[in-house]
């Protein structure tokens, strides 16, 4: 099992940057593929970006692709932190993001087993 809390959403100006955290922790949190997910208002939840258990591999929407970089922090085997730098905001990157893991290989091509409860990016014009 695992538990995701995320932090470090808010509301930033077009252009502007914010870093989201992701503490999860388990027993096996670290064999995990992770990602980030969002929804915003009357549209559907979306892929953002995934990091797999090791940290060697990224993979990114093409909405975000060249402004967010995932990173993976495995200080222990059952404590893993994921950030999401996001750059160069858009009032269209506006949505709940979402913390996901999942013994998947590529978590973005599945539906995750495990969730954060979601934090609130907001980017002004």
């Known amino acids: 099992q695992a538990q995701l809390v995320e932090s470090g959403g808010g509301l930033v100006q077009a252009g502007g940057s914010l870093r989201l955290s992701c503490a999860a922790s388990?027993?096996?949190?670290?064999?995990?593929?992770m990602g980030w997910f969002r929804q915003a208002p009357g549209k559907e939840r979306e892929f953002v970006a995934a990091?797999?258990?090791?940290?060697?591999?990224?993979?990114?929407?093409d909405s975000v692709k060249g402004r967010f970089i995932i990173s993976r922090d495995a200080a222990k085997s059952t404590q893993n932190t994921v950030y999401l730098q996001m750059n160069s905001l858009k009032p269209e990157d506006t949505a709940v993001y979402y913390c996901?893991?999942?013994?998947?290989?590529?978590?973005?091509?599945?539906?995750?087993?495990?969730w954060g409860q979601g934090t609130q990016v907001t980017v002004s014009s």
């Open positions: 990091i797999s258990w090791s940290g060697a591999s990224t993979y990114y929407a």
């Open positions: 996901a893991a999942d013994g998947a290989m590529l978590i973005q091509t599945t539906t995750p087993r495990y």
């Open positions: 388990g027993r096996t949190v670290s064999r995990y593929s």
